[in-house]
C-alpha cells in the first residue's frame, strides 16, 4: 500500500482542503506541510525497503479497475497497477523532498490560501502517480491531471503576464499529452495481456496460476493464429506493452507487419510522436519555449516545483515509455536524438549567457542540463543512462536551490535583474555562501551532485557505439558554458562595492537588505547538503538504478 499512500494522501488532502471554512486560513498550510512530511517519510520507507539487487518491479499493487467484454472486439481491461524500480524510486523520493520544501516557501502566501493549498496538494499526488503507475492509462491520467493544477497555480498566482505563460504551457503540454493519447491506443489495439489471455482461453483458471511456461504457451497460440479475436484480452499494462512477443499479428504496431505511414514505419512514426510528446515536457530545443515563460511567470513555489520535478516526467517518459516500447526506434535514431540533446545543451548555455534576468538566466541553464539527460539516454550505454537518472535527480535539487535563491532577493526587491545587485557578499554573506555552492554545484565543480551526473553522461556518449565521439566533445562546451554565466553572475552581483540599483541609499551610506530568515535556511541548507552528499557518495542512487538499468539495455544488445 505504500505506493498507494504517497498517491491518495495528497490527493484526499486536496479535497479535505477545499472543504474547510475559507476563514481556517492558518490551516491550510499546515495541512500541506503535514501532508508532504508523511510523503516524505514514506518515500523514505520505499528507499530503505527497496532490494538493490532486484531488476524487477518492487512495492506492487495490481486491482482489477474496468473489465469490458466487446464479443469479437476481445476483452477491455485497465487496472490499477503500481510499482516502483530502480529508475523511478529515485524520482519519487526527489518528488517527496521538492515538495515539502515548496510548501515552505510558500508559507508567506496570502492571497486565496484554500484554493493555492488544495491544488499544490492536487499536482503532488498527480505527480506521484506518473512516477508509480505501471497501467499506461493509470499514467495518462496523471499525466493530464498535472496540467490542470499548475495551469491555474500559474495563472492565479504569477506574474504581470501569468495568462499568456500559463496558456502558453497548457497548450504545449497538451499537444504532447494528445501524441502521446494517440500512441497508447494504437499500443492498446496492438498487445495482449497474456496472463488474461491464458485466463479467458482457458490454460489456467485463475492468474495466480501462471508461470512462464504458460506465458510462452499463449504467446506462441497468438503468433501462430491459434486464439480467437473474443479470447485476446487488450490491456495498458506497461510490463506486457514492452515486450514484442504480445503484438497482435497484422496489428498496426506489430514489428513484423507493420504498415507504412506518410513514408515511414508505423513503429518509427509512433516512436516520434511519443518521444516530442515527452520532449515538449523535458523539455528539448526547439520544443522549450514555454518553460521560460512558465519560470519567469510563476511565484517561486511553482518555480521550484517545475524545474526540480515536473521537467524529470519528460526524462522519465523517454526511459519508461518511448525507449522501452520502441527500442527499435531508439537504437535507429540514436544519432539524431543525442544530437537533439547536445544542440540543447549548447543552446540553452548560449541563451542563459545572455540574460539579464536571473530567472530566465536559471531557466534556460536548465534547458542545457536537461539536455544531458537526452545525450545520456540516447547513449544506450550503461554509464550513459545511469547518468541521466542520476542528472534528473542532481538538477532537481539543485535547479530548485537555485529558484529559491532567486526568490530570496526578489522578495524583498520585486527585482531580478542581475545588475541591480553588486556587493551582496557584503551585504548578505550567509546567502552568499549559499549562492555559491548552488552555482558551483551546478556547473559541475567535482565534489558535488552535478558533476557526477554530467560526467557519467559523458562517459556514455563517448563510449557509445550507436554515437560518434565528436558529440561528446561538443557537448562538453555545455560545462564550459555553465561556468562562464555562472560564474559572471556570481561576480556581478556579489562582488565590488556594495549596491542595490533600485534601493540605493540617498545619504550615500552602504544600502541595507536583510540576509536570510530561518525559513530560507530551512529550505537552502538541506538542498545544498543534499547536493554535496550526493557529489561525494554517488552509490546512494547507483546502487538504486544500476541494475535495473543493465536488465533494461539489453533490449538494445546488437546481436
Not at 516524505?40 to 512495492?59: I, S
Request: net charge negative; hydrophobic share 55%; aromatic share 14%.
Amino acid at each position: 500500500m505504500i505506493l498507494s499512500l504517497l498517491i491518495f494522501i495528497p490527493l484526499i488532502g486536496s479535497l479535505v482542503v477545499a472543504l474547510l471554512p475559507e476563514r481556517q486560513t492558518g490551516l491550510f498550510r499546515w495541512v500541506a506541510l503535514a501532508i508532504t512530511l508523511v510523503e516524505v517519510v514514506l518515500a523514505g520507507m520505499a528507499w530503505a525497503g527497496f532490494d538493490r539487487a532486484e531488476t524487477g518491479y518492487q512495492f506492487l499493487q495490481q486491482v482489477d479497475w474496468i473489465t469490458l467484454p466487446l464479443g469479437n472486439l476481445g476483452v477491455v481491461s485497465i487496472d490499477y497497477l503500481v510499482g516502483v524500480d530502480g529508475i523511478s524510486l529515485p524520482l519519487v523520493v526527489l518528488s517527496a523532498v521538492v515538495m515539502l520544501i515548496g510548501v515552505v516557501s510558500s508559507w508567506a502566501m496570502t492571497h486565496r490560501q484554500k484554493a493555492y493549498y488544495s491544488l499544490y496538494l492536487l499536482l503532488t499526488g498527480t505527480i506521484m502517480g506518473c512516477f508509480v503507475a505501471l497501467d499506461f492509462f493509470l499514467f495518462f491520467l496523471f499525466f493530464e491531471f498535472m496540467l490542470l493544477p499548475m495551469y491555474f497555480l500559474i495563472g492565479l498566482w504569477g506574474g504581470p503576464r501569468r495568462e499568456y505563460a500559463s496558456i502558453k504551457f497548457f497548450l504545449y503540454t497538451l499537444l504532447g499529452s494528445l501524441l502521446i493519447l494517440l500512441v497508447m491506443i494504437a499500443l492498446y489495439l496492438s498487445v495482449m495481456d497474456p496472463v488474461s489471455t491464458a485466463v479467458v482461453a482457458g490454460l489456467i483458471s485463475d492468474s495466480s496460476e501462471v508461470t512462464d511456461e504458460v506465458i510462452r504457451s499463449i504467446q506462441s497460440f497468438l503468433q501462430n493464429g491459434q486464439l480467437n479475436t473474443s479470447q485476446v484480452v487488450h490491456t495498458f499494462d506497461m510490463r506486457y506493452l514492452a515486450d514484442g512477443r504480445n503484438y497482435l499479428p497484422n496489428t498496426f504496431l506489430n514489428p513484423a507487419t507493420e504498415p507504412i505511414v506518410l513514408g515511414l514505419p508505423a513503429r518509427m512514426l509512433a516512436f516520434w510522436a511519443i518521444f516530442i510528446g515527452f520532449a515538449i515536457k523535458l523539455p528539448i530545443v526547439p520544443l522549450h519555449t514555454w518553460l521560460p515563460d512558465a519560470h519567469v511567470e510563476a511565484p517561486t513555489p511553482v518555480s521550484v516545483i517545475l524545474a526540480g520535478v515536473l521537467l524529470k516526467i519528460g526524462g522519465y517518459g523517454f526511459i519508461r515509455i518511448a525507449w522501452d516500447f520502441f527500442p527499435d526506434g531508439a537504437a535507429q535514431y540514436a544519432q539524431v536524438l543525442a544530437g537533439l540533446g547536445v544542440l540543447s545543451i549548447v543552446y540553452g548555455g548560449l541563451t542563459a549567457l545572455a540574460q539579464a534576468d536571473l530567472k530566465k538566466m536559471i531557466a534556460y541553464s536548465s534547458v542545457s542540463h536537461m539536455g544531458f539527460v537526452l545525450l545520456g539516454v540516447a547513449s544506450l550505454t550503461a554509464e550513459g543512462v545511469n547518468g541521466a537518472i542520476y542528472q534528473m535527480v542532481s538538477h532537481g535539487i539543485l535547479s530548485a536551490m537555485l529558484f529559491l535563491i532567486v526568490g530570496v532577493v526578489y522578495d524583498r526587491t520585486h527585482d531580478r535583474r542581475i545588475e541591480s545587485y553588486r556587493g551582496l557578499l557584503q551585504l548578505m554573506p550567509q546567502y552568499a555562501t549559499l549562492t555559491a555552492i548552488a552555482f558551483f554545484g551546478s556547473l559541475g565543480l567535482p565534489g558535488f551532485s552535478g558533476f557526477v551526473g554530467e560526467l557519467f553522461t559523458l562517459m556514455g556518449s563517448f563510449q557509445s557505439e550507436w554515437l560518434p565521439g565528436w558529440f561528446t566533445a561538443v557537448a562538453t562546451l555545455g560545462i564550459l558554458l555553465a561556468a562562464a554565466y555562472f560564474l559572471w553572475t556570481f561576480q556581478r552581483m556579489f562582488f565590488g562595492s556594495p549596491w542595490l540599483g533600485p534601493f540605493e541609499s540617498k545619504s550615500g551610506s552602504d544600502p541595507v537588505i536583510a540576509d536570510l530568515t530561518l525559513r530560507e535556511k530551512l529550505m537552502l541548507i538541506p538542498l545544498g547538503a543534499m547536493a554535496l552528499v550526493l557529489g561525494l557518495f554517488p552509490n546512494l542512487i547507483f546502487n538504486l538504478t544500476n541494475a535495473t538499468v543493465t536488465q533494461w539495455l539489453t533490449k538494445f544488445a546488437v546481436e
